[in-house]
């Protein structure tokens, strides 16, 4: 588009003025239970947040101790997306882990 006056180009300079946010982001959190195992907290740490054995080890410790751990800091689709995913996990192993997120 261009200024009737002038005949300068104005949409190039509309889009160098914006400002570029990031997406709001959210951590995902595993809270304790009576019922899921250790070794099960492990292997979701493992196979859903993508952690080591060494720091899906110290998140459960978290999680046993504390009451909750911190899996991950995600933007909202991929925190609802696992949150999700380690629901249907636990459920179809007959466990009653929870899982959820909460913005930063």
């Not at 990031?22 to 809270?31: I, R």
């Amino acid at each position: 588009m261009s200024d009737p006056v002038t005949g300068d180009r104005t949409d190039f300079q509309l889009r160098d003025e914006r400002e570029v946010k990031e997406p709001k982001k959210y951590k995902v959190l595993l809270h304790n239970d009576d019922y899921t195992t250790m070794d099960f907290v492990v292997e979701i740490l493992v196979r859903v947040f993508h952690k080591s054995e060494a720091q899906a080890t110290a998140i459960m410790l978290s999680v046993h101790n504390q009451g909750y751990g911190v899996c991950g800091t995600y933007t909202a689709e991929v925190a609802e997306t696992k949150v999700d995913l380690v629901h249907k996990l636990a459920k179809s192993a007959g466990f009653p882990l929870k899982c959820s997120m909460e913005g930063e």
